[in-house]
């Protein structure tokens, strides 16, 4: 009988949901609960946006599986849930591409990949399955808005948006690529709208100093890092010639300013219109055109200062009096600083840049570098830097005590001031499209916002056949007329109309590690005590594609409960690691688009899911992107094949020779290093070396006659993470009825890990002549006594100087003769 997944595998599935094996117990940790440690490994829940996952997705997954029933094994209550991603965009647009309703294909789309996900033999605890889309899930998305309504982190004001016309809705800055749409590749374009926005730079500071407490990769928290842009600097005031106006420019080097030959302000700033002469009128409204239809990543991309306007007005530079012209540039962008600066050519590489294809001045202002060639951005004296008639002089000072002095100046003369600044601006709260969460708010006719009563949530998305978005910025909503109208919570009279507007898809994703821990709780967002037991996330598996939005969104939100009490930290992931992709045999990316998509149950069929998996993490590295291999997932299923017979015989029953009998010197000494192998690479989540190891002791063990049990279950409780269902059906082969589950991983066993002898060669004048048998701890004194008595070495040796003996423990004899 031969080793047959398509037998096994789904009648150990079938055990684990009849007998809810991974089901958690969330008071562990608590009070009323067990004492046992806690460990909570979460993945970032996926998009139920398409019919099902492909072999790219499962990587993750199976990564983080791995170590939730390693942590059970080694003792801990593991929390590993699942759930859905299930409002917002991705799910929106498939309903539309499928004519049906979002909430009939996005159920369709969820149950086939609980179907896909179970069918890999994942241990998630499905008892605490949640979607964003449900009622009773987002009843605490809606709790969680009034609450930063409550305290004055959710207003509405009008911002810049990017806005889509083709999908009728405002698209975060990620969403948006080369200036169209993500999804569909349709133009976007820049616009001000009226929308929700959540005050998120409030927490800018904790949330920079918080990435110092995670372990995340470092490229996610330089990512983090810019996309907050804590800026230290100044903000000043330049005079517009001719116009009781003036710019606000903001710099984090105010101790340039001698060397500031123009100012440029963003498409978008207000003076725009005002000062641009009508001689350029023309120029500058058919460059604030073409800035309207590009996204702020390409306005500061590679491309970022090579285009531009001038509007014919001049300001005039406070500290030498000259006027400077005033030019409109698209890199420059409204939300950050005043969305107006002073440009020093000499010494800034993109003012350098624009200074030299516009033909403008550029004046050395920091010693050390020829400014005509290149701006010099380093350090040195400053010069041409004095105002005798503004009473202000930096020449001959460094760079943080010229910062300093023309910062006092500028305050002192009531031309500016010294400020910290960010890049990140406030989180744009709400979206033009149907499928999302209500927002629980109704606006009375006076203007005034009135918050529901909780006692109301959830406030339920209503079902309309008209979900399609508007061209116009319409939100759907607005067209169901009785939904629509309402009246002022607590005063029947006034009438009133709902928001229109619905959340961003990033809502529920920012919280819902919180419900997983508690998911059935009526009377609260998580219980508090158990929050205390089981956060922050020890470990949180995704792909590195959210790692700014999601992770800044969640953190802050994170941040914010914690402030009124309801978290117990203000971090919610302790380790973060990001899978790397899976790309196809054609090395592109898995998509449709190139036809090169596999579809895990296909794998299943043919190979069986433990293949699948342990193919997967034998590919490399976790973090690397690596091609599917169909010849790779071969040499797996031989190598589980090989396992099986080690177990086996060819009627499938266990073999004879595994017997209750003492293990020899060299099957104890390959068992511990293999336990202490795939123990170290499991938890530093080294998957491929630690199956490596695995096939060296299946390889070496075929080679034995005899096969101790000790070995033989040892072994399969190491495989057990990996190939679960395997592990499972070998274990009960071995004469146990429990699941392997919650078997007790083997612990290595240091004293056999040393080898009491070893082989080392001798090297003479470079050439291996002889290999000695000794003690593994021998000494150089005593290793030099054997080999110069070994009567190999002696017939190289004899009658001949020898200039050098060296022993290198455990690997190699150097020695070196004359003559």
Known sequence: MTYDPAQIEPRWQAFWEQNATFRTDTSAGTSSGTSKPTYYVLDMFPYPSGAGLHVGHVEGYTASDIVARHKRMKGFEVLHPMGWDAFGLPAEQYAISQNVHPRISTQANLDNFRAQLKAIGFSYDWEREVGT??????????????????????????ALVN????????????????????????????K??????????????????????????????????????RSEGADATFAIKGHDAAIEVFTTRPDTMFGATFCVLAPEHDLVKEITTDEQRAAVDEYLAAAAAKSEIARTGNDAGKT????????????????????????????????????????????????????????????????????????????????EAKGIDLNGLGKEAAITKMCEWLEANGLGKKIVRYRMRDWIFARQRYWGEPIPVVIAEDGEVHPLPFDELPLNLPDTADYTPSETGEAPLSRIKDWMKTTVPGQPGKPAQREADTMPG?????????????????DALCDPEKAKAWLPVDLYVGGAEHAVGHLLYSRFWTKFLFDIGVSPVEEPFKRLVNQGMILGEDSRKMGKRYGNTVDPFDVIKEYGADTLRMFEMFLGPIEQEKPWSQSGLDGVRRFLNRAWRLYCDDSGEPHSTIADEPMDDDIARLLHQTIAKVEEDTEGLRFNTAIAQMMIFVNEMLKKDARPREAMESFCLLLAPYAPHFAEEIWQKLGHEESITYATFPVADASKLVEDSIEVPVQINGKVRARLQVAADIDEAAIKEL?????????????????????????????????
């Open 506 to 522: 990033s809502a529920g994703s920012s919280w819902y590690f919180f419900r997983f821990i508690d998911p059935r709780n009526q």
């Open 133 to 158: 889309f449900d009622p009773e899930f987002y009843r605490w998305t809606q709790w969680i808005f009034l609450k930063l309504l409550e305290h004055d982190l959710a207003y509405q004001s009008e």
């Open 163 to 190: 806005w889509c016309p083709a999908l009728g809705t405002v698209l975060a800055n990620d969403e948006v690529i080369d200036g169209k749409s993500e999804r569909g590749g349709h133009p976007v374009e820049r």
């Open 787 to 819: 080999a110069l008595a070994d009567e190999a070495v002696d017939g190289w040796i004899s009658g001949k100087e020898l200039k050098v003996f060296k022993y290198i423990p455990g690997r190699l004899v150097t020695i070196a003769i004359k003559g």
């Open 192 to 229: 001000p709208m009226k929308q929700w926005m959540l005050r998120i730079t409030k927490y800018a500071d904790r949330l920079l100093d918080g990435l110092d407490e995670v372990e995340f990769p470092e490229s996610i928290k330089a990512m983090q890092r810019d996309r907050i842009g």
């Open 308 to 387: 531009g306007v001038f509007t014919g007005a001049f300001a005039v530079n406070p500290a030498t009096g000259e006027e400077v012209p005033i030019w409109v540039a698209d890199y420059v962008l409204m939300g950050y600083g005043t969305g107006a600066i002073m440009c020093v050519p000499g010494h800034d590489e993109r003012d350098w840049m624009f200074a030299t294809k516009f033909d403008l001045p550029i004046i050395e202002v920091v010693a050390g570098g020829d400014v005509t060639e290149a701006a010099y951005s380093g350090d040195g004296p400053h010069v041409n830097s004095s105002s």
